[in-house]
């Protein structure tokens, strides 16, 4: 089956998915770029779980300030490389997560991963990080947070 270029073009950009799953993705659904959306990410979702047992020893400090100065964040984020820990994806995620401690205060790791995205509430903390592992192809633990406040 032939894919329409235009298509595979328009969701290669959107999600970062590689040329040959997008292609796969539109041949899946017949050409139906809302389905293939959905396709890619029960795929990649499906992806990132079974990633979850490589080792992950390279990865970021990530910290961010509130602009009133009186609350940060501190997380270790870890993936499988360097390289991969170079990408902006990952140190978006990164800011992303510590943006997430200091605006909802989790009690560890475990209920941050439960938690809405501030963002996008249809998503967990979870989900992106596991997004994110579709996207860039490598295992990402969070390792550990820590929120500062004044006054706390």
Not at 43 to 72: F, M, P
Not at 93 to 104: D, T
Request: charged share 30%; aromatic share 4%.
């Amino acid at each position: 089956m032939s894919v329409d270029i235009t298509l595979l073009k328009r969701l290669r950009n959107e999600t970062s998915a590689s040329i040959a799953d997008c292609r796969k993705a539109l041949e899946e659904t017949n050409s139906d770029y809302k389905k293939a959306l959905l396709w890619l990410q029960k795929h990649g979702i499906e992806k990132a779980e079974k990633k979850g047992d490589r080792k992950t020893s390279q990865g970021l400090i990530e910290c961010y300030i509130h602009q009133n100065g009186r609350v940060g964040a501190m997380i270790e984020i870890l993936c499988e490389t360097d390289f991969v820990a170079r990408t902006s994806e990952f140190k978006t995620l990164a800011h992303e997560i510590s943006m997430q401690v200091v605006a909802m205060n989790p009690k560890g790791v475990d209920s941050l991963l439960k938690q809405e995205y501030i963002r996008d509430s249809s998503k967990t903390i979870g989900s992106l990080i596991k997004e994110t592992i579709a996207k860039l192809g490598e295992n990402i633990v969070l390792k550990k947070i820590q929120r500062f406040e004044i006054g706390q």
